[in-house]
Structures are given as structure tokens and as C-alpha cells.
């Protein structure tokens, strides 16, 4: 009988350390569960501010780590070893992301402040009814520039950057969508064509402007371009909106040919740990004026109707970064162009930057 006891009492003892190390590991590798939340973001794409308000007023506490391109973050998901509970891709991603069954259906019930989103970035053609996805942020991709350093010379085509006054001075932001976009846009080519003549040919037009880019940099472009290290830069509107509270001699312009029109938004990973907490969290940023908050922060612009009633005038009503819909109506989305094909863009744009050492 003591023997039994014995047997019994190791056992228990076993399972609780083994219990207790299964937990240790978990949190400390990001496996989100009970009072936590791990949350997978672009950089510089929230107040830090918010994250601490979150746990304050929920006691969730916030697990957040960032990547620099939607495949990174895919691959990062499809490799499990971290589990996320929110994270936030792109349209042509959140496509890919449904079609390989990466992503939960959302559960609109607990997400009372979904009203708070303007009607026009609802239900796109990327998530219809919005079933695995809630507005995040939105924007375009286009050319910005310091006049002072440029002169006069307005810039109004992708064109334009080929100048050889432009000789090391433009920065590219680093994404591959957005650089083969730039190629192909310039040759009259739509964002998601996937004619392979067409696309070698927007490479060899990469190829020329070599001798006028300085460097293909992440993040870091804002700092660069608002600190005049570079003339011109390809980024996203809402990094030149940020640069431009920055310095005041640089100016903003989608290209005339054409460019991207993108939405980033909030997503359940199908791996999610905390679902009630992940939904409390995109609740949480739908406030309005958490996001009125949260854009003034970032300097990107929010689908957040009500949270422009909370925000500078001047920065809501400035068209460079809240463009109307017969702008937004000429401009592309990306389209998810399936495996091969965006394979073809990733190898492109490595070759791309290869041949520019
Ligand atoms: N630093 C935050 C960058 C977020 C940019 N998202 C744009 C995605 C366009 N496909």
C-alpha cells in the first residue's frame, strides 16, 4: 500500500512539474493563452501608449512582435512556432491567408465598435462581410520628394525618378510588390500582371535606374529622407506623412500612371490561443478615439469615420493621405497572383537587388 502511495505521490509531483515547465515555456515563447495576447504587426504601427492602456483597462497583457513584409509575416504564421493571436497583413495577403485556411472567421457580435468604420472600406472584394477581417489602416504608394533639395521640378510620373540629376539620391522602400509595381507601372503595366515578358521587362527597367537609388531600405526611410540623406524616396503614403511633420520641404505625389491603393488589416490567425482576448483588442482599437489616437501616432490614415472627428483638421483634410474615391477608384489593388507568381516577384526583386552591389 505505501508502495501505491509512493507511486501515486512521484506521479503527481511529475505532472506538476511538468505542468508548470509546459507553462514557463509557453510564455516565454509567446504561446498566448488565459491573460495574455500576442499580437504580429508592421513596425511603428501602433502607439506604444495603447498597448499599456490595453492591459490597464482589460488585464491582458500584450505579447507584440513586428515584421517588415507581408511574406515575412507569412511565413513566420505558417512556421508555428510562435502562435499569434492578431495580426494585421495586407489585403493580397489576407486572400492567401483565407485560401490556405490560415485564418479564423471572426465573430462580429463582440465587435460592437465595427460601426465606427466607414461604409467605403468595408466589404471588399479581398474579405467579403468583413468574415476574417476589420479595417486597420489604408494608403497608397507613391513618390515622395524634397523640394528644396529637387528644385522646381514637380514630380508627377514614376518616370520622373529616372532623371540623372537624381544621380545615388532616392531611397526605395523594401518591398517587393511595391518595387516591381514601380517597373511595371512605369511601362504602362498593371500592379498584378503576371505576363513573364512583361515582368522581366519592368526588371530591365529596374535594372537602369540602379545608378540614381541610393540605397532599399525598411523603416529607417523615414528617418533618412527627413533627415535629407536622399532627395526622393518610393514609400508608403503614410510614411510620407510622417516624414513631412518632419521636415517641411517635402512633398507628397501618387504618380500619374497609376499606383497601389493597399488596406492593412486586423486578423485571428486559425492558431490563436486567446480568441475572446483577440477580439477584445480589435474592439479596443475600433474606439474611435483610440484609433483617432492611434493615427495621430502612426501617421497612416484610418478607415475610422468617427475617429477623424477627433483628429487635426488639417490632417484629415489633406488630400495627399486621405484621397477621395474618384481618386482611390483609379488606382490597383494588389491581387493575391498565387504561388508561381508571386514567387516570380520575390525572385525578381532579389535579383534586382543583387545586381545593385
Ligand atoms: N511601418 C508600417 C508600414 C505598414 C505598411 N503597410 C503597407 C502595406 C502595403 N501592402
Known amino acids: 500500500m505505501i508502495k501505491l502511495i509512493r507511486v501515486f505521490l512521484s506521479v503527481v509531483i511529475a505532472s506538476a512539474v511538468l505542468l508548470f515547465v509546459i507553462n514557463r515555456l509557453n510564455s516565454a515563447e509567446g504561446f498566448s493563452s488565459g491573460n495574455t495576447i500576442t499580437i504580429y504587426n508592421w513596425g511603428d504601427y501602433i502607439d506604444p501608449d495603447l498597448i499599456k492602456r490595453f492591459k490597464d483597462e482589460t488585464g491582458i497583457k500584450v505579447i507584440y512582435e513586428t515584421f517588415d513584409s507581408n511574406e515575412a509575416m507569412l511565413t513566420k504564421i505558417k512556421q508555428g512556432g510562435t502562435t499569434y493571436d492578431i495580426a494585421i497583413p495586407s489585403e493580397y495577403m489576407i486572400q ?28 471588399l472584394p479581398f474579405d467579403p462581410n468583413n468574415k476574417y477581417s476589420v479595417p486597420y489602416f489604408w494608403g497608397t504608394v507613391g513618390i515622395v520628394f524634397n523640394t528644396k533639395l529637387v528644385g522646381d521640378k514637380p514630380f508627377t510620373s514614376w518616370n520622373d525618378l529616372w532623371d540623372p540629376s537624381l544621380k545615388n539620391d532616392i531611397l526605395l522602400t523594401d518591398g517587393a510588390r511595391e518595387v516591381i ?124 469615420k468617427e475617429a477623424l472627428k477627433h483628429m487635426p483638421k488639417e490632417m484629415v483634410e489633406d488630400e495627399r493621405f486621405y484621397p477621395s474615391p474618384e481618386l482611390t477608384d483609379k488606382l490597383e489593388v494588389y491581387e493575391n497572383l498565387g504561388k508561381k507568381n508571386l514567387a516570380f516577384y520575390n525572385d525578381l526583386f532579389l535579383e534586382f537587388k543583387m545586381h545593385r552591389k
Open 181 to 304: 509595381g514601380m517597373g511595371l507601372n512605369s511601362l504602362g503595366y498593371s500592379l498584378n500582371d503576371t505576363n513573364k515578358e512583361h515582368l522581366h521587362e519592368a526588371k530591365a527597367k529596374l535594372d537602369t535606374l540602379t545608378p540614381n537609388i541610393k540605397a532599399i531600405v525598411g523603416d529607417e526611410i523615414k528617418m533618412l529622407i527627413a533627415n535629407e540623406e536622399a532627395a526622393v524616396g518610393l514609400v508608403w503614403s503614410g510614411d510620407a506623412a510622417d516624414m513631412m511633420g518632419e521636415n517641411e520641404n517635402l512633398d507628397y505625389v501618387v504618380p500619374s500612371e497609376g499606383s497601389n491603393l493597399w488596406f492593412d488589416n486586423m486578423v485571428i490567425p486559425k492558431t490563436a490561443k486567446n480568441i475572446e482576448g483577440a477580439h477584445k483588442f480589435i474592439n479596443f482599437m475600433l474606439d474611435a478615439k483610440i484609433a483617432a489616437q492611434n493615427a495621430e501616432w502612426v501617421s497612416y490614415s484610418t478607415p475610422n
Open 96 to 123: 492567401k491567408m483565407k485560401e490556405e485556411n490560415l485564418l479564423l472567421p471572426l465573430d462580429q457580435s463582440k465587435l460592437p465598435n465595427l460601426k465606427n468604420i466607414d461604409e467605403r472600406f468595408m466589404d
